[in-house]
T-cell receptor, first 113, second 118 residues
Framework: DAKTTQPPSMDCAEGRAANLPCNHS???????VYWYRQIHSQGPQYIIH???NNETNEMASLIITEDRKSSTLILPHATLRDTAVYYC??????????????FGKGTLLTVNP | NAGVMQNPRHLVRRRGQEARLRCSPM?????VYWYRQLPEEGLKFMVY????????ESGMPKERFSAEFPKEGPSILRIQQVVRGDSAAYFC????????????????FGPGTRLTVL
């Protein structure tokens, strides 16, 4: 029962911004949007997360729409090393069993030279 | 600060043998999680442990699989009498102490152990 929808694949030219969309139309008020990526044959790498406000860190920016039904992960200057599968997921705030990360199929981002 | 360490990185076993996968969490982290990734699939949660305690093993197969996180030493995922269907990548993640599962409780993953059962 997927709560997020992502395109299966995207291409991006090296040096350009990569904008990865994620739809989460049934998001609950206390759910955070998390992004991880998995480079081939490596473990998942945490990128960023947010609740309502846009967030930025040294890796990426996260833009969440006002209604919170979708978000976009932005890699401002993609490099070849950013080629990976990018996972968007929802995590409820607070306790409970929200430690169980749910990885869907993600988006395979291919950065081309 | 060293990241999550897992060993071995690759493990080959014949059917019926035992597999032991080790995970050393990041320094200062006291929560450990194990996930399994079958070929061409996403990661699936298996078990969540704190030091000397299994908090949630709802994702673990009922038989042949066990996990521990002793007071000293790494966390161990043990698979007895392996079968070909156990072939997968097994990832360990850790998070800092505090309220696990909170929105700020980010899990950091190790490089994984790729188990191949012949």
């Amino acid at each position: 029962d997927a709560k997020t929808t992502q395109p299966p694949s995207m291409d991006c030219a090296e040096g350009r911004a990569a904008n990865l969309p994620c739809n989460h139309s049934t998001i609950s008020g206390n759910e955070y949007v998390y992004w991880y990526r998995q480079i081939h044959s490596q473990g998942p790498q945490y990128i960023i997360h947010g609740l309502k406000n846009n967030e930025t860190n040294e890796m990426a920016s996260l833009i969440i729409t006002e209604d919170r039904k979708s978000s976009t992960l932005i890699l401002p200057h993609a490099t070849l090393r950013d080629t990976a599968v990018y996972y968007c997921m929802l995590r409820p705030g607070g306790g409970g069993s929200n430690y169980k990360l749910t990885f869907g199929k993600g988006t395979l981002l291919t950065v081309n030279p | 600060n060293a990241g999550v360490m897992q060993n071995p990185r690759h493990l080959v076993r014949r059917r019926g043998q035992e597999a032991r996968l080790r995970c050393s969490p990041m320094k200062g982290h006291s929560h450990v999680y194990w996930y399994r990734q079958l070929p061409e699939e996403g990661l699936k949660f298996m078990v969540y442990l704190q030091k000397e305690n299994i908090i949630d093993e709802s994702g673990m197969p009922k038989e042949r699989f066990s996990a521990e996180f002793p007071k000293e030493g790494p966390s161990i995922l043990r698979i007895q009498q392996v079968v070909r269907g156990d072939s997968a990548a097994y990832f360990c993640a850790s998070s800092p102490p505090g309220t696990s599962g909170s929105s700020t409780d980010t899990q950091y993953f190790g490089p994984g152990t790729r188990l191949t059962v012949l």
